[in-house]
């Protein structure tokens, strides 16, 4: 048996998010039955992260043990030819069979893109979330500043289960303005349920008024998601990028 | 009677262009059926550029003239709630009775995205033409520089007519990497149909080495369209803004 490690970018506009599920198209079941279709047997994808319905990603990698003898090159070929036009793998490469795409992750890049302009954006439909009246960036980024650090990220947790450990080491929370954007980028090492959106929905209230950035280190303790704001539509949220090794903070892409 | 100038944007993959047809949806038609629906009777809107189908514009001009006594921001937000996802007015401004939305413009700046890696992008399928093997981007840029001035495209033009004008005052010619895009910015006074996909597709043959940069002026000479490269599929090309003064040549953007 070999492992493979595999780069997936898509556009999840018609997905049912990552994770295979009855009835629906999931990302997870698409490459799971292109990837049986070249291996002409049942092979099981475990992805780093599991996106929900809508999110895209730039860099999501899965894994996937395998006893047909194919070429890295062979299974990337392959599995292009195979997935749909909204799928594509970027790379197939082969590691030692420890590796587990979610468990072996050191830490992950994710990017939300908020538009901020008074009309819609027909371009950056089911891109981007769009918000017409003029956000508060300086705000905004006051905001992300007090995400920083190893702390308990509970008051962004969607459904948290009792045996969650809520703490993750965010290296990086960072908004940049790129034209009508705002590009928001958070790196962590590890994510809880559906806390990029809880903190972008977030940080947009600080940005409308509707909060203040000097809330933000109650707001964590509270520990209580009730205490964030609302969580901002998937269609906005990006996974960028997965690492495997301690690297340093990367930048921005 | 009062004349508007209405800038749009729009994602062109839906529509047969922008010039009315039978049977087949335009960008012209849908906003002059959103026109008509604020207005309670038939409106014309004359384009600055006639896209083609599939071409995406960020700042197309419109004109358009009328008894009904709104003013600009009602239009707008008429508009808007008139137009489909896929077409936005971005503003509306009354102007001079005698503007007209093409023949008054100075100047249009058109990009055409190219996408250049080994793999296809689902983000960016139906918005850059893909290209799987690397381009030499210093011959493209190379061969661009032979573009700029007052010149005879007739090289770049598809089905001239007898009448037509083919000197064109190019400004700008320049392409910029920017991660795995390569953007192709073009600035004129006027462009010839299909003229900045007949450039792009010769600019591909010169980074794909069936070209050599040495010969544009050779190809621009021969006043042939037979003389030029492939004409570039449609869904890369962006018509960015129309300017209707003189203006320095702008950045791109």
Same mark, same amino acid.
């Given at each position: 048996m070999t492992t493979f490690k595999l780069v997936l970018e898509y556009d999840g506009t018609h997905y049912a998010g990552w994770q295979r599920q009855l009835n629906v198209p999931t990302i997870q079941e698409t490459v799971e039955s292109a990837l049986a279709a070249i291996a002409q047997t049942r092979l099981t994808v475990v992805g780093a992260g599991r996106t929900d319905a809508g999110v895209h990603a730039l860099g999501q990698v899965a894994s996937f043990r395998t006893d047909r003898g194919l070429s890295e090159r062979e299974w990337l070929r392959a599995l292009n030819a195979h997935l749909p036009a909204d799928i594509s793998a970027l790379s197939v490469v082969q590691v030692a069979d420890d590796f587990h795409a979610r468990y072996s992750a050191k830490g992950k890049l994710y990017e939300y893109h908020l538009l901020n302009r008074p009309e819609r954006a027909p371009l950056l439909r089911e891109r981007a979330w769009m918000l017409y009246k003029p956000l508060d960036l300086y705000a905004m980024m006051d905001a992300a500043a007090c995400l920083t650090g190893r702390q308990d990220f509970s008051s962004f947790e969607t459904a948290p289960t009792e045996n969650d450990n809520p703490q993750c080491h965010m290296q990086q929370a960072e908004l940049r303005r790129q034209g009508d954007l705002i590009v928001c980028a958070f790196y962590a090492d590890r994510f809880l349920k559906q806390m990029v959106r809880s903190? =972008? *929905?977030?940080?947009?209230? =600080?940005?409308? *008024?509707? +909060?203040?950035? &000097?809330?933000?280190?109650? !707001?964590?303790?509270? +520990?209580? +998601?009730?205490?964030? *704001?609302?969580? &901002?539509? &998937?269609? *906005? !949220?990006? !996974?960028v990028r997965v690492d495997y090794q301690d690297t340093p903070i990367p930048n921005p892409t």
């Open positions: 903190i =972008v *929905g977030t940080l947009v209230e =600080v940005g409308q *008024g509707k +909060r203040s950035a &000097a809330d933000m280190p109650r !707001l964590l303790a509270a +520990r209580a +998601r009730a205490a964030a *704001g609302r969580t &901002a539509p &998937a269609h *906005g !949220l990006y !996974l």
